[in-house]
């Protein structure tokens, strides 16, 4: 792909104010109905923008990313040259299990340093805590040289603790590892430096999908925990809290019904792993086996009738009892489309309730 193209990439993906679905939708629509360099006309052929259903907002913001276009390709240029890759979700070398996982809000571009091979092996995320045990840590190891024996690649993402405990492990086995990075791709300095050898034997691909000079922030980091599932065959969680990112990170794996496998935590540990096997998470042994009997997977719908078992609560109240790691709007429109629940209003406030709960209704329902 020739860099005027990877500029026009690079361009769409660093839009911040139109969501990554509709992107895709536009470039869908555009080489539709112009199949040459799509990606080109999507941004010089202004007269394409009605028939694509631009909206006004959106006009003004390709006009003003257009207007900046010879600053993108400088960039695009120096990431080059400095033996950066962009990959384009149209790429060959596009992660197939991305795309798999997450469709049209699969990221427009990656962007990446090392071997991009990687990106269309078989993969095992590993995950957890920062401030992780030593038992989580053990655990860790473990999986991640199973894993590597078995001709997986390691998926993680780049934090202390249970991260960093899975790429060593997986290089030290002589296997390979991808880091999820929560960052830009040019400001892991650090890593590449720690790590180079391992880059320069093709055993290590970082990729990222934030701008690439962005700096660390927590939400760059939430953000990071779902790309760490979507490029993931299969995720092993080591330790959760019962917050962060790790914890938000499983519960929106279950609910998205990727194959999470939790440690079964041993007596006396103070951590959040029960809590995810109760809701839908497999647990596994010390060496991330199976155990024969898993617990029954907990439906959103199943947790939520719990919650108002006890009386009527607030869609904030909902959400914190049942840890379903959602927004409060997607919470309300399931809610809404539940017959066995109502919402009335109490001193202003919107509250919900199980219909019949004095009738014997809810041991029938749930």
Not at 186 to 198: D, I, K, L, W
Not at 227 to 242: C, K, P, T
Request: proline share 6%; glycine share 8%.
């Amino acid at each position: 792909m020739i860099n005027q193209e990877l500029t026009y990439w690079t361009a769409l993906a660093l839009i911040n104010r139109v969501y990554t679905r509709r992107k895709t939708e536009l470039y869908l629509a555009c080489a539709e109905r112009e199949p040459d360099n799509p990606i080109i006309t999507l941004f010089d052929n202004s007269g394409l923008w009605p028939e694509l259903g631009l909206t006004e907002q959106e006009t003004e913001i390709f006009s003003e990313v257009r207007s900046r276009l010879t600053n993108v390709s400088f960039m695009v240029e120096d990431l080059l040259n400095q033996g950066y890759r962009i990959i384009p979700f149209i790429s060959p070398d596009y992660p197939p299990q991305m795309l798999k996982s997450l469709e049209n809000r699969a990221p427009i571009t990656l962007f990446a340093k090392g071997n991009i091979d990687l990106l269309r092996q078989p993969t095992t995320g590993i995950v957890g805590a920062r401030n992780a045990t030593e038992i989580s840590l053990e655990f860790t190891a473990r999986v991640a040289r199973r894993e590597v024996e078995q001709g997986r690649v390691i998926v993680s993402g780049g934090a202390k603790g249970v991260d960093n405990q899975a790429l060593m492990s997986a290089l030290e086995a002589d296997g390979r590892s991808i880091i999820v990075l929560p960052q830009g791709i040019t400001t892991y300095g650090s890593g590449y430096r720690e790590n180079y050898r391992h880059f320069t034997r093709g055993n290590l691909l970082a990729i990222s999908t934030f701008r690439p000079d962005a700096p660390w922030n927590s939400g760059l980091a939430m953000m990071r925990n779902g790309f760490i599932y979507a490029l993931s065959e299969r995720i092993f969680v080591a330790q959760s809290n019962d917050n962060g990112g790790t914890w938000e990170g499983a519960n929106q794996g279950i609910n998205a019904g990727y194959p999470v496998f939790v440690r079964q935590p041993q007596k006396g540990e103070d951590n959040a792993n029960q809590a995810l096997i109760d809701l839908g998470g497999t647990p596994v042994d010390m060496d991330g086996n199976a155990m024969e009997s898993p617990s029954p997977h907990i439906s959103p719908e199943q947790r939520i009738g719990k919650a108002l078992e006890t009386g009527p609560k607030s869609a904030a109240d909902i959400l914190k009892i049942t840890q379903l790691g959602w927004t409060a709007p997607r919470l309300r429109k399931l809610l809404d489309s539940m017959p066995e629940i109502e919402q009335f209003q109490e001193k202003r406030k919107k509250l919900y309730r199980l219909r019949g709960n004095n009738s014997g209704q809810v041991g029938r329902l749930f």
